[in-house]
């Protein structure tokens, strides 16, 4: 148990059975909490190293469709490094988790970055590749999320930087993807539909505990949709700190239905 708190809560240490056992790997976020606790850079320290370019991805669907056709129109991102969200067999399709983005081509994205960052701003330097993700348009170009740990000559601070960057097709240069800049302090709602799955709740709630303790991270909020469950006392498990400020409880009976869940849910999301 990673929560300490002055009442204790030794419900918070539950965990579930396949979880306990190591059945499932997860990711392993430990060495990311050393970079997500880093100062950010700016936007507008980096703003003027390129140019901002209109950015409007071909795979995106303006038009109503059929039943179930969302499902093959999936459109998925890359990966840089690993992940560790293959979750099963390799021979079972569904199980694999998401592809990884070429070194080549981390490296070029990543080497255009940095030179156009140090002609502007000649004092940082890159110490290492936190993340990158793609998100691939063969019609327009690609999209990058660059999540890079840089430090600054003269000094022994380290700093985290996060940007969008796009390389359209057929030019040699990246530019700011238009209307693409992380809103860093925006609150990320949690929707919890649960019905009789307090061990699984005891679980999210440490371990969003712990990620929101060793980031700093305070800008979230969870709403439990709870269809009278008997195992699990949610106000009580969710009044440590920092989750007592930050859940909504709404409670519903009957049967179990998400659909129901959600759209209650999404009510109660600030807007």
Known sequence: MLINDSEGF??????????????????DLSSQFNY???PFIDHSVVKGILKTCPYKPSYIIERNL????GVYLVHDSSVYPIDNTYLGQPRV???????LVENQTVDNVVGKY???????QRGYYLKH???????????????????LKLGFHGS???FRLSEYVFAPIGKDELCFPEGMVWQRNATVYFILPVKNQGKWVHHF??????MSHNTGDLDFHVVIVDFASEDIDIDKVFSVWPLQERYTLIKLKGPFYKTLALTEAVKAVST
């Open 93 to 99: 399709p569904w199980s694999q988790g998401n592809k």
């Open 205 to 210: 709630a440490t371990q969003l505990a712990n």
């Open 10 to 27: 030794e419900a918070l240490a539950w965990i579930p059975s396949h979880v306990k056992q190591r059945k499932y790997k997860g990711l």
């Open 156 to 158: 022994n601070e380290s």
């Open 114 to 120: 940095m030179t156009n960052l140090q002609d502007f």
């Open 66 to 69: 059929t039943r179930y056709e």
């Open 129 to 147: 590749i936190l993340n990158i993700e793609q998100n691939p348009d063969p019609k327009n170009g690609n999209r990058f999320l660059l999540e």
């Open 36 to 38: 997500t606790a880093l």
